[in-house]
């Protein structure tokens, strides 16, 4: 599986993003799709987690709330919109894959994007 993150930038505190992850290389409806996010100086982080057929979602206590996970099937991509930023949320954001299972692990993961930077100004 191939994942490529894109829609990060520079906004500033109470406004919105939306993060894709394109996915491709394999038959996807099996897999599960992780956000996670690490910023500098800090461990990588879980932020929201959803199956292929989008019939669940998790998300970390830090963005419930302000946070939705999506699929859309028909373009093999997977969403992160994020409302009400806070400079908290500055990092760089992964996308991830695994099969199956739901899982809040960095480690439990085997397919990983290229990160995509967010900075959230005060």
């Known amino acids: 599986v191939q994942l490529q993150a894109c829609g990060g930038g520079l906004v500033q505190a109470g406004g919105s993003l939306r993060l894709s992850c394109a996915a491709s290389?394999?038959?996807?409806?099996?897999?599960?799709m992780g956000w996670f996010r690490q910023a500098p100086g800090k461990e990588r982080e879980f932020v929201a987690v959803?199956?292929?057929?989008?019939?669940?979602?998790l998300y970390a206590d830090s963005v419930k709330g302000r946070s939705t996970v999506s699929i859309d099937n028909a373009k093999n991509t997977a969403y992160l919109q994020m409302n009400s930023l806070k400079p908290e949320d500055t990092a760089v954001y992964y996308c991830?894959?695994?099969?199956?299972?739901?899982?809040?692990?960095?480690?439990?993961?085997?397919?990983w994007g290229q990160g995509t930077q967010v900075t959230v100004s005060s």
């Open positions: 991830a894959a695994r099969a199956f299972f739901l899982s809040v692990l960095v480690r439990e993961y085997d397919y």
């Open positions: 290389g394999r038959t996807l409806s099996s897999y599960v």
């Open positions: 959803i199956p292929w057929n989008g019939a669940t979602t």
